[in-house]
């Protein structure tokens, strides 16, 4: 890269320069705890210059013909291919995940560029039934304009990459507000591509900087066209009473309760295994990990078993550590989350621990939680931490009636009968449900794109005939 990592820029009408207000921040390595950079730390008025920038590059950015919108998109996946070693070790150490999990974010970054440049140059629009005999009807894709990104820590280069992507690629332009726990490989290496890539200036603006400051700046900016916000229910819920206010579009993804449903004919090793990737993989920090398991009786005690040996055997420890299969924790605040208001308050309700529930600094061993019941924080809350949390039930309706009701992203059910469990998956209230599987097949090409709307087109295509008292005085059409 050009410069280190952390140099503690904004990029905004594509130059590198400091918050307006003088302010930096430290950025951290989670697992040791060094100092790896800094961060500016914006506030409105940089939010204000950055929307400012965005605004006037947008009408040209549009006009570009799409191959040449997705060429320079092709040239920043070129940036990450060419720095894919540098920026898979910057994400194991700003956000704490193993290899696997950084590849698994530096590659998705790569795939959504690469897709988008094609999304660019396909279908813009649609020809439809006219309404009346003599007319033509289309409908095209415009973009929305600006568009303002805020974006959390757990996957922070692909969860701004799935937004920022497909927004450049339909003529939009951006403001991109990463998370001040990730902001490098989240937001600055973003800028560096950018730069790199040729993109003209306002066209990709990154503004760090602490959420209630310039992220809430952003958040209610008139000048925005679509807010998409990717992050916790507390701060979506006050973004969305905010933009209520005077109907400002948003778009939220937010977090939930997610469920791992195990039936009572279900492969008990294939789910045990399963269940490690849905609650631990990146600490269980990701918001479609299975938050809770609901577990037919029949097949509960081997599950328990099956699980509590597996957790127990995983290593703990610096991902740069070959062999480690869990990292630290994000920050203290999030590992006091996960242990003090949902462990430890589920244990003094009658949870038993089968493993785990025990840490060292950010390190929280692999939890293993028995005897769960819906009062529970680790039944109703998402956890964001590696903890799996045991109900047992007595029937597949129980399952299902316990599964539904709270808010959920992704769920999961184990059975050896595919029709059953296909069954139950339609009855499962969550965006997505996995049958026999976890979470872990979610990649670039599953995401929709919708940064465009649709412009209705009516087209005359025989002799207008207008009613007489549309006509002028003299008669003239
Ligand atoms: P968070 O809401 O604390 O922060 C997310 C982003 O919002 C950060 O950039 C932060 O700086 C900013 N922010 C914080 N307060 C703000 C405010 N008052 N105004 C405007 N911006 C503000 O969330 P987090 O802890 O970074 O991320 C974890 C949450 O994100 C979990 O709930 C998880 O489920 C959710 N998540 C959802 C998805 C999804 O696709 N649905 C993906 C990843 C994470």
């Known amino acids: 890269m050009t410069t280190p990592a952390g140099d503690g820029q ?26 790896i950079g800094t961060y ?13 920038a965005a605004r006037e590059a947008q009408p040209g950015w549009a006009a570009l013909a799409a191959p040449e919108r997705g060429a320079y998109l092709r040239r920043f996946a070129d940036y990450l291919r060419e720095h894919h070693e540098e920026l898979v070790l910057l994400s194991m150490r700003e956000t704490g995940g193993v290899r696997a ?5 530096v590659g998705t970054s790569i795939r959504q560029l690469d897709i988008s440049a094609v999304q660019a140059t396909e279908n813009a629009g649609d020809l439809l039934p006219p309404y009346k005999a003599g007319k033509l009807s289309m409908s095209r894709a415009v973009p929305l304009g600006v568009l303002g990104i805020i974006t959390p820590w757990n996957y922070p280069m ?12 339909f003529g939009n332009t951006v403001v991109l ?10 937001g600055q290496v973003l800028a560096r ?7 003209p200036p306002g066209v990709l603006n990154v503004v760090t900087g602490d959420g209630p400051d310039a992220g809430w700046a952003l958040a209610e900016h008139r000048g925005v066209d679509l807010l998409d916000f990717t992050g916790s229910r507390q701060v979506g819920l006050a973004i969305a009473a905010s933009a209520a206010a005077d109907l400002r579009p948003i778009r939220l993804e937010l977090g939930g309760s997610n469920a791992f449903v195990v039936l009572d004919d279900a492969d008990v090793d294939l789910a045990a295994s399963a269940a490690m990737i849905a609650s631990y993989e990146f600490q269980g920090q990701t918001c479609i990990s299975s938050s809770r398991h609901i577990v037919l009786r029949e097949v509960a005690d081997r599950y328990v078993d099956a699980v509590t040996r597996r957790a127990a055997a995983l290593t703990v420890g610096d991902p740069l550590t070959p062999g480690v299969d869990l990292g630290p924790l994000i920050s203290e605040a999030q590992r006091d989350r996960v242990h003090q208001q949902i462990v430890q308050p589920s244990v003094a309700l009658g949870a038993r621990v089968a493993t785990g529930a025990t840490y060292e600094g950010l390190f929280y061993r692999p939890t293993v939680l028995t005897d769960v019941t819906p009062e529970m924080p680790a039944f109703a809350e998402e956890i964001f931490g590696p903890v799996i949390p045991i109900t047992v039930v007595d029937s597949e309706r129980e399952a299902i009636e316990l599964v539904n009701g709270y808010p959920m992203l992704m769920n999961s059910v184990f059975t050896a009968d595919l029709v059953r469990g296909m069954t139950v998956a339609e009855r499962l ?28 087109i009516g087209v005359q295509r025989t002799p207008l005939t207008l009613p007489a008292w549309t006509a002028d005085p003299d008669g003239r059409r």
Not at 193 to 199: D, F, H, I, R, S
């Open 158 to 169: 692909n969860l701004a990459m799935r937004a920022v992507a497909p927004g450049l690629a």
């Open 193 to 199: 591509a950018a730069e790199a890539a040729g993109l």
């Open 429 to 456: 209230q969550a965006g997505e449900v996995h049958v026999n599987d976890a979470h872990a097949r979610h990649g670039a090409e599953n995401q929709m794109p919708g940064f465009t709307r649709r412009q209705w």
């Open 177 to 186: 507000k990463p998370a001040e726990l990730t902001p490098v490989i989240g």
């Open 101 to 105: 999990k950084a590849e698994d974010e």
């Open 40 to 52: 500016a730390r914006g506030d409105a008025t940089d939010a204000d210059a950055a929307v400012a």
């Open 10 to 35: 904004l990029y905004i009408q594509g130059k590198f320069r400091p918050a307006a207000g003088g302010r930096t921040g430290p950025v951290w390595e989670k697992a040791t705890g060094a100092r």
